[in-house]
């Protein structure tokens, strides 16, 4: 069975500070997919990124990065220069057997950057 | 936009009654997958179709049941509704290209209540 952890239900910065979301996750298959997703308050989840279990190369983009771990099984994600708009409440996910559609998801992080 | 459609966006029904969900996926997305999100947690796997065959299931008992149309459009079947059925169901569209489904793409979802 698989399980995602995100043990920081909730998280308030100022605006400009850098802020670090954690994920833990627990699987036997040696092949899976991590992904993070944001779920404004509209409800719709917007995906931001995908990570192979083989490709252990960090990512940037733009003000968002990635810090993929397998010897902590940890796939953190930081945000740089936080802005109101990243507002918003964040879930890490796991798929196995390279099958996005059968996601496992963490409970969720919420964010909320003050102005 | 994920070019994901789901309807209706809210819905109110009362415990025994029966309920369908309806989601169009993106266009070519041969696979939808649907999830439940219960307030403060993240979404859990119901089911999901490929080629409108059921491919998997999640931890949900039979009253739960889908279909996938030729369309690209499907549906989710609740049968004899029970209060802890109220929540938001989320669909979501992938390829699956040589048995892989890099990335799905969610819907807005439905807020369905039970009273």
């Known amino acids: 069975a698989q399980k995602v952890t995100q043990a920081q239900t909730e998280i308030s910065v100022v605006e400009k500070e850098d802020v670090t979301l954690d994920c833990v996750y627990e699987t036997r298959d040696t092949t899976y997919y991590l992904f993070w997703y944001k779920q404004p308050p509209s409800g719709e989840l917007v995906f931001l990124i995908r990570?192979?279990?083989?490709?252990?190369q960090n990512e940037i983009s733009g003000r968002y990065s990635w810090n993929f771990q397998k010897s902590t099984s940890s796939f953190n994600f930081t945000i740089t220069a936080s802005q109101v708009v990243d507002s918003a409440v964040y879930f890490c996910a796991l798929s196995v057997n390279t099958n996005a559609g059968k996601s496992t998801f963490g409970d969720g992080t919420t964010l909320t950057v003050k102005p | 936009e994920t070019g994901v459609t789901q309807s209706p966006t809210h819905l109110i029904k009362t415990r025994g009654q029966q309920v369908t969900l309806r989601c169009s996926s993106q266009?070519?997305?041969?696979?939808v997958s649907w999830y439940q999100q219960a307030l403060g947690q993240g979404p859990q796997f119901i089911f999901q179709y490929y080629r409108e065959e059921e491919n998997g299931r999640g931890n949900f008992p039979p009253r739960f049941s889908g279909l996938q149309f030729p369309n690209y459009s499907s549906e989710l079947n609740v049968n004899a509704l029970e209060l802890d059925d109220s929540a938001l169901y989320l669909c979501?569209?992938?390829?699956?290209?040589?048995?892989?489904?890099?990335?799905?793409?969610f819907g807005p979802g439905t807020r369905l209540l039970v009273l």
């Open positions: 990570r192979n279990s083989f490709d252990e």
């Open positions: 979501a569209s992938s390829l699956a290209n040589r048995g892989n489904q890099e990335t799905q793409y």
């Open positions: 266009s070519g997305h041969n696979t």
